[in-house]
Structure formats: structure tokens, C-alpha cells
């Protein structure tokens, strides 16, 4: 499973794989690191996004002006580059059956 964003968007993801886990599956979710305590019950986690989050997180916050708009956006399309090659090699090391992604995860769906 991969996603992204707030508690609100992560903690869903996160209760579907825990009980795909303790129903028997094998379940991963792939979140930004700060979420790795989300998972618990045998929920493999792989950290995805982080530079993601953390451009967010930071930039949002401190956003003042055009000119600082166009640098967060330019550090946001890098590290959303980097969340996309996570994301993939995440898939190609688990090879999963099924994908499960929010839609800000931007990969997921293309590994379906």
C-alpha cells in the first residue's frame, strides 16, 4: 500500500494493512518515515515520500511570496521525482498481488 499526506490520509491505509495482516497476508505500507509508527500487527513499512513531507510540511509554513512559491515548487517536483523511484523500487523488491494507493501517492496507481 502506498500514501501519503496528513494522519487522516495514512491511518486508513495503515488499519487495512494491519488487518490484512493479522487475517494472514503478508501487507506493506509505504508512507513517509515520520508515519513508521503507524503500523503495527507483523505490517511491513518501507519509507516513501519523506522529502515529500518534508518539503510540504516545511514549505507550506513558511510561504510568503511568489517568488518563495517558485522555489517550493521546485523543490516539491524533485522530491516528488524521489518519491516516484521509491515507489518503485519498492514494487519491484515486493512484487505485490494487489496494489492499494491514495491517489496523492502519484505511483501507485501505475503499478496495478
Known amino acids: 500500500m502506498f500514501t501519503f499526506g ?17 487475517s494472514g497476508h503478508v501487507a506493506m505500507l509505504a508512507a513517509p518515515e515520520p508515519y513508521r509508527g503507524a503500523v503495527s500487527f507483523g505490517v ?7 522529502a515529500m513531507d518534508r518539503v510540504m510540511r516545511a514549505g507550506m509554513s513558511e510561504l510568503s511570496g511568489p517568488a518563495q512559491a517558485l522555489t517550493l515548487a521546485r523543490q516539491m517536483s524533485a522530491a516528488m521525482r524521489t518519491s516516484l523511484d521509491e515507489q518503485w523500487e519498492i514494487a519491484q523488491r515486493f512484487r505485490p498481488t494487489i496494489v492499494a494507493a491514495h491517489p496523492k501517492a502519484l505511483g501507485g496507481t501505475s503499478f496495478r
Open 6 to 22: 496528513t494522519r487522516g490520509d495514512i491511518d486508513p491505509f495503515a488499519a487495512l494493512a494491519e488487518r490484512l495482516s493479522t
Open 44 to 50: 511491513k513499512f518501507e519509507p516513501m515520500a519523506t
